[in-house]
Every structure is written in C-alpha cells, then in structure tokens.
C-alpha cells in the first residue's frame, strides 16, 4: 500500500472558498509524489462562531446533541467545497464521512475524544479515490450522535488518524512552522526547525490545539506544522529543540521567484491566474503573447519575447503549441540557465535528445509533467519506481476521449468534435489529437522515463480515432510500450479494452495509466488529462517544486550561493 498522507487544513489558511486553490495545490504535491491523501479540513473563518451564535439563541444550552449536529455542518461544507475543487482540477478525489470510516467518540457532544477508526473502510474508499476530504473536528458517539472535539478539534482528527493509520502528518496554518513569539508581533521570534515534547507544550499552545498536542505525546506520534506548499516546516515531537539554521530569524524575508510567462490562451491564462494568487511565493514579470491588444487586463503583458530571458527572470513557462519556436525558446532558456516549465509535450518530445537530460538529477533545469497526462502524475510515479517496468499502457489524450464517449451516444463525429472544441479540450485544429500523434508525443515521454530509452515519435506506429468508420461504443485510445528481449515495442491504436476493466472505465477527458512492472506488481493512475485547470494544476506543481528546491538551496547557503541559486 503507497504511503499514506494526512493534511490538515484550518480556518487560518482556509478563511474562506476563495483560498481553495492553496489546499489543491498541496494536496496535488502529495498526490504526485505517490501518496495517498486524507485531507483534513476545518469551518472557514468565522463560520462556527456565527454557527455557534445561532444554535444558542435558538437552544441556549438545552439539546448539546442538536448544537454538535449544526455546528460540525460548517465542516461539511468546506470538505464539500474541497472536493469539487479537486474535481475541477481533475483530481480523483471524495468525501469520506466520519460515519462511514468509523471515526468513534466518547465524551460530551461538545468536548468529546475520537476512540477509533476503521481503517479497512478507509483502505477501500482508496482504492478508487487516492484523495479523500474529511471535514475534521468531530466524529460519531456509541449512540450514532455527532460530537465535537472541541475548539481547535480538527487538529486532533489529524493527529488522531495519522496514529491510527501509521502515516505522515502535516498541520497547514498560516505560519511557516512554530516560534518562540508571534511573528506578526515580535520581529525577533526565532523559529525551531525542530521541537522537543516539553517545548511545544509550553510555546505551540496557541497555534495547536492543546488536547491534541498531549494526544500526541501520549503516542509519541511527531508530526509538522508549516505553511501550504512550503519546503520550510517545525518538526513537533523530536529529541530535542532546534531552531532555524541555529539562527533566531524568520524567513519571512525570502523573495518571490520571478517568472516570464509565453502564452496566455487556454492553459496560459489559468497559469497567469493562479500565480497571481501566490505574491509571496511567484512574481510575474512578464507575459509574451503574439498581441498585446487581446490583453488589455494583464498590466505585465508584452510582444517582446527577449524580455523573457533577461537577467531579472528566474523561471521561463512555455504555454504555447507548435514545435520549433517553443524549442527554440526552451533552448536558448536553458542556455541562459534558466528554470524552464513547459506543458508543451510535442515541442519537448521532438528534440528529446537534445532537452532530456535536463529533466533530471541535481541541476535539472527542465520540468514538463504536465506535458503528459494533465493532473495525472505520469512522468513522477515512473520516476521513483524502485523495479524496473515490463510494460506501459494507457489512455494519454482527454480529447479522445470527449470526442469517442459523444460520438458513442449519438452525435455524429464532427458533432462530438465540436463539443469537444467548445468545452476547451481539442484545439481549433484537432488533427494532432483525433491522428494519434499527441498520444505517441506522450508515449515518447513516458517511454524515455520508463525505459531509459530515446525513441522519436516519428517512429511509433501509430492510429488515430480518426481512423474509425463504424460504430466507436468501447473504442479508446491506448498508447502502449513494452520491453522485450528485442527490445521496447510501442504503438498508439484504437482498442476495446473490457468494459469494466481499468482502462474500460475511463470516461470523457480522463486519462488513465496502468504500469506494469517485472515483479508482476500494476501500478494505476486516474486523473483528467485536458482542459485548463487540469493543466495549471500540474504546471503550478513544477513552480512550487522549483520553489521548494531553490528555498532549500537558500537556507543551507551563503546569500550569494542563494543568488547563484535562482538565476541572478
């Protein structure tokens, strides 16, 4: 079983819907590093005071069981809203009721303790779902009830769970870790890298709940505080106390990643807005498009593409199609040592000779998961497989699958194009997709990964869905690549895998992978793999990994090294 992460997510970072895209991005870091998520989340600001509020002056304090029952419903619906985010961003994610995981308490309905939880049942909803929202700070008393564990509760439900379920913990707050003082406050609060028991029950009171910090010692559970998205974290429950590089200052002071951004259509602008959500973390400097008029809003835009590649930026995303002038540019950035973010997969596959052996090791410089399967963690999980693969197989192209499903329900083919077209899945000229060759681009990708091995694109035999003259009902398009004695053997071709198997089961833009490897094990990945959220979210986890990777190389450095380290 992959390991498992619980994320905890409070009112302090999520205060209200519009501060979702920061749980999203943090749950898609775990997500795509392998592990299963329990995302744990509590009211948004301010909703269980109002909740509280109300239930008072309709009850004062006649029916506890009826207050625990209104007041957990603020929890629901951040968990509600959680969950539809991550499906807009084409996460395979669900809500997991307390009360069908089995999450037991004791206690009064308002300050009770979770007793239990059933793990099997958490086992199962994972199978088909890696991410699961649970709506934290209260779980179900012997009697079938809600009860509540207290203020601060969904801090226990985290810690709570992570015991039980043997994983990593990691509360999000608004703080990059714990300090010895308030930070807004005090401008010399030192921050511990890492706490003792006895220190964090003296300083971490007010930014932990207390039962859940004792709960945790009890167990000898340790876990982290730290802020979204961050490499920077307090590790509670260590040997002893250690502050920040042993120096009391805050890292407060670290500046944003500046970016230049090449191309603002579908996935551009999604990426343009995303960043501009993230002052502290990305800085756009510029965006190049081909004309400035379409873009009177974005006050950064610009028809000049060698601003991108000035001294003043750390990191170059290519967001446009076509093949030679975005390897152009991704060339002449890598030259001028720049970081480089592309979702431009034909552009990467076509000179994979040439760009490949930037993808990788300690001075990688190019990133492009979203080149392959959108918001499924393709490129990632064959990276850090521990034995070799056998084989590859699987459907890489969302448009496909949009135009195949409206086509079996009877629209006519350029009608199912059509509709793919207005939903934002297939380009104005669709060839590349509905011929296969996007698929093969992507296969070439996945293959190079998997196998170690360079195979042009060109080389692939390869069928599109535009090759199908008859009734479409089961068709997908399967890229597959396997290794033989002979060598590897690839193809991209329509097939009927069975209807209920895993491949079977995709629908619309979903991509699906399976991966076989030599000892027989299968490993399978779901997620949407076309449209504009699918994809930011996938460039947005490069930039944040570049980001985490350049604040690490910061705090173990010189301010010049650190200088050195972005680009300057």
Not at 59 to 68: K, V
Not at 168 to 193: E, H, I, M, N, T
Not at 531 to 555: C, F, K, N, Q
Request: aromatic share 6%; glycine share 10%.
């Amino acid at each position: 079983m992959p390991p498992i992460q619980i994320l905890k997510f409070g009112s302090s970072v999520l205060r209200s819907s519009g501060d979702l895209y920061v749980a999203i991005d943090e749950i898609y870091r775990r997500f795509r590093s392998g592990q299963l998520v329990l995302a744990v989340v509590s009211a948004f600001e301010g909703i269980t005071d109002k909740l509280l509020g109300e239930v008072e002056a309709a009850l004062g304090s006649e029916c506890p069981e009826a207050a625990a029952a209104f007041i957990a419903t603020g929890e629901s619906q951040t968990a509600a809203l959680l969950h539809g985010s991550l499906r807009q961003y084409g996460l395979p994610s669900r809500i997991a009721d307390p009360r069908e995981i089995g999450l037991m308490a004791e206690g009064a309905p308002l300050e009770s303790m979770p007793v239990s939880v059933d793990r099997a049942a958490l086992e199962r909803l994972w199978v088909s779902s890696p991410i699961l929202v649970l709506p934290g700070f209260f779980g179900i008393d012997p009697e079938g009830r809600i009860a509540l564990f207290g203020r601060g509760g969904s801090d226990l439900s985290a810690i709570f769970l992570a015991a039980g379920l043997g994983a990593g913990c990691r509360l999000l707050k608004d703080v990059p870790g714990v300090f010895d003082a308030d930070p807004s406050r005090s401008a010399g609060a030192g921050r511990f890298s890492a706490l003792s028991w006895e220190r964090a029950i003296e300083v971490a009171g007010p930014l932990i709940q207390p039962k859940a910090l004792h709960f945790a010692r009890a167990r000898a559970l340790s876990f982290e505080v730290g802020r979204p998205n961050e490499a920077t974290t307090t590790k509670v429950g260590h040997t002893r106390d250690e502050w920040e590089n042993s120096v009391r200052a805050s890292p407060s002071s670290r500046r944003p990643l500046r970016v230049a951004l090449f191309g603002c259509g579908v996935v551009g602008r999604g990426v343009y807005e995303t960043l501009k959500r993230y002052p502290n973390h990305f800085e756009v400097r510029h965006v190049l498009v081909r004309t400035v008029d379409r873009y009177p809003e974005i006050p950064e835009v610009s028809a000049d593409p060698s601003l991108g590649l000035k001294d003043a930026v750390d990191v170059v995303v290519v967001c446009f199609g076509g093949i030679e002038q975005a390897y152009r540019l991704i060339a002449a950035a890598l030259l001028a040592n720049k970081f480089v973010v592309t979702a431009n997969k034909a552009a990467v596959a076509s000179h994979g000779g040439a760009l490949l052996g930037h993808t990788y090791g300690a001075d990688r410089r190019l990133w492009c998961s979203a080149a392959v399967g959108g918001a499924l963690p393709a490129l990632e999980t064959l990276e850090r497989l521990s034995s070799p693969v056998r084989e590859i197989r699987g459907i890489v192209n969302g448009t496909c699958g949009v135009v195949l499903d409206a086509w079996a329900d009877g629209r006519t083919r350029e009608e199912a194009i059509a509709l793919a077209q207005a939903q934002g899945f297939a380009e104005e000229n669709p060839i590349r997709d509905l011929s296969g060759g996007d698929s093969a681009d992507k296969l070439a990708l996945l293959i190079h990964r998997a196998f170690g091995v360079w195979i042009d694109p060109v080389q692939i035999p390869t069928l599109g869905i535009d090759t199908l003259r008859h009734d479409p009902a089961g068709y997908k398009l399967i890229a597959r690549a396997t290794r033989t004695v002979e060598g590897i053997i690839a193809r991209v071709a329509p097939e009927r895998p069975p209807p209920r198997s895993f491949l079977g089961l995709a629908r619309g833009p979903e991509n699906r992978l399976e991966i076989e490897l030599a000892n027989g094990e299968v490993v399978r990945l779901r997620g949407q793999g076309a449209g504009r959220w699918p994809t930011t979210v996938s460039v947005l986890g490069d930039l944040h990994e570049i980001a985490r990777v350049v604040e690490t190389s910061r705090r173990g450095s010189t301010g010049s090294d650190f200088i050195r380290a972005v680009g300057t």
